[in-house]
């Protein structure tokens, strides 16, 4: 039985390598060019908040991607040099430094994000009603067992306090 499972699992695997494959041959060379702006994931990341707040301080970067705010100093740092994100001062502190989108990175992301809406519209336009509710059942249990795994990992990351006399 247990043998099954394991060609069962390698046979989705083999089939989504495949699809992949497939589906990266079908997108636009200029979707492709575009794809996540040659970002890393804390890049994407930060577009993203960026895309929800607008603006947003150092220390809510730093909290949001989890990192040290030296480290997400130095990310913001490599967005401005490519002229993605702008560093302005606060007008109500200016000790508060703000990161927002530059002309150039909110009309980067906002192709991107126009791109995946025009294959999102079209892909969910081809499906039933009953194939939408099982892709979010489908969505639903893969962050039940993400929820599940980052669970895990959660004691094994918490910072230990010593008492010091």
């Given at each position: 039985?247990?043998?099954?499972?394991?060609?069962?699992?390698?046979?989705?695997?083999?089939?989504?390598?495949?699809?992949?494959?497939?589906?990266?041959?079908?997108?636009?060379?200029?979707?492709?060019?575009?794809?996540?702006?040659?970002?890393?994931?804390?890049?994407?990341?930060?577009?993203?908040?960026?895309?929800?707040?607008?603006?947003?301080?150092?220390?809510?970067?730093?909290?949001?991607?989890?990192?040290?705010?030296?480290?997400?100093?130095g990310i913001v740092?490599?967005?401005?040099?490519?002229?993605?994100?702008?560093?302005t001062r606060s007008?109500?502190?200016?000790?508060?430094?703000?990161?927002?989108?530059?002309?150039?990175?909110?009309?980067?992301?906002?192709?991107?994000?126009?791109?995946?809406?025009?294959?999102?519209?079209?892909?969910?336009?081809?499906?039933?009603?009953?194939?939408?509710?099982?892709?979010?059942?489908?969505?639903?249990?893969?962050?039940?067992?993400?929820?599940?795994?980052?669970?895990?990992?959660?004691?094994?990351?918490?910072?230990?306090?010593?008492?010091?006399?």
């Amino acid at each position: 039985m247990e043998r099954d499972k394991e060609e069962l699992t390698g046979e989705i695997l083999l089939n989504f390598t495949n699809y992949v494959e497939e589906v990266k041959e079908l997108l636009t060379m200029d979707l492709w060019e575009n794809v996540f702006l040659n970002c890393s994931k804390n890049e994407v990341l930060i577009f993203w908040m960026l895309f929800k707040d607008k603006e947003v301080n150092m220390s809510e970067i730093a909290e949001y991607i989890h990192v040290p705010l030296n480290t997400a100093t130095g990310i913001v740092g490599r967005m401005e040099k490519k002229g993605l994100v702008e560093r302005t001062r606060s007008r109500e502190d200016k000790r508060i430094v703000l990161i927002t989108f530059s002309e150039k990175g909110r009309a980067q992301f906002q192709r991107l994000v126009d791109q995946l809406m025009n294959y999102g519209v079209k892909v969910l336009g081809e499906l039933t009603p009953a194939e939408l509710k099982l892709i979010e059942g489908l969505m639903t249990k893969v962050k039940t067992v993400l929820k599940e795994e980052k669970a895990k990992e959660e004691p094994a990351r918490r910072i230990r306090k010593i008492t010091i006399e």
